[in-house]
């Protein structure tokens, strides 16, 4: 035979109707409170945990009170939730707003996909970091803009482990105090046109060669 229950109904003319039922083997009681506002309903386990429901023309309240609190407030033009971890599992999720969209974390904050990702806007798109910022593909990596487009940095580096190509469609313009070219095998500087130095250019080798069918030296 299962334990009873204390059950009692309180009616007053001023607080209106209250339920009680108590389990207390189980030390569990559960609470129906109507004053006429508010209809609240509570579930005390112990001493420690407690789960609420309060209902009034204009909102609910949720509310779980445990080692952590954990609250979702709803009303007609606002859904607020706090809580200590706020976990989505789904097939699929969909986050859309008319407006704007906040993500703000304090602490880390991480983005990934097993499969495609893709980052997109109808307007600017800024990427800023006031840290270290870090751009890695394991594949193809491409870069492109209709516009102009410009790499800047305190000291910058372009580094291929296999082959290198600079090229512009109309003109090419390299400027620094002092700008080195070398190759560990071959340099080859050409084109149809070609102007070397200017006040003084040195020219230097163990072994020199200048040829053409027009050759003129000073």
């Known amino acids: 035979m299962a334990d009873p229950f204390i059950c009692s109904i309180e009616l007053s003319k001023t607080e209106g109707v209250t339920l009680v ?4 083997k189980g030390k569990i009681t ?5 004053n006429g506002e508010t209809i609240t309903i509570t579930v005390k386990k112990g001493d420690d945990k407690t789960s609420t429901i309060t209902q009034d023309a204009e909102s609910f309240v949720f509310k779980v009170e445990g080692e952590e609190t954990s609250t979702i407030t709803q009303k007609h033009d606002q859904v607020v939730v706090k809580c200590k971890t706020f976990q989505v599992d789904a097939e699929t999720v969909t986050i859309k707003s008319e407006k704007d969209t906040t993500h703000e974390a304090q ?3 991480t983005v990934t996909s097993t499969k495609d990702m893709a980052l997109s806007s109808s307007a600017k798109l800024s990427l800023s970091s006031s840290s270290e910022m870090k751009l890695d593909s394991s ?3 491409k870069a492109s803009a209709s516009g102009d487009a410009k790499l800047s940095g305190a000291n910058t580096t372009v580094e291929a482990s296999a082959k290198l190509a600079l090229k512009g469609g109309t003109a090419a313009d ?3 105090g002092k700008i ?3 190759g560990t095998m071959k340099a080859d500087l050409t084109a149809p046109l070609t102007t070397v130095g200017e006040d003084v250019t040195t020219v230097k080798g163990s072994l020199v060669k200048v040829s053409g069918s027009l050759v003129k030296l000073g």
């Not at 039922?21 to 207390?24: A, N």
């Not at 559960?30 to 109507?34: E, G, I, K, L």
């Open 139 to 141: 594949a193809a990596l």
């Open 21 to 24: 039922v108590k389990d207390e």
């Open 174 to 176: 390299m400027s620094a």
């Open 180 to 182: 080195s070219i070398s």
């Open 30 to 34: 559960q609470t129906v409170a109507m």
């Open 107 to 109: 602490g880390k904050m």
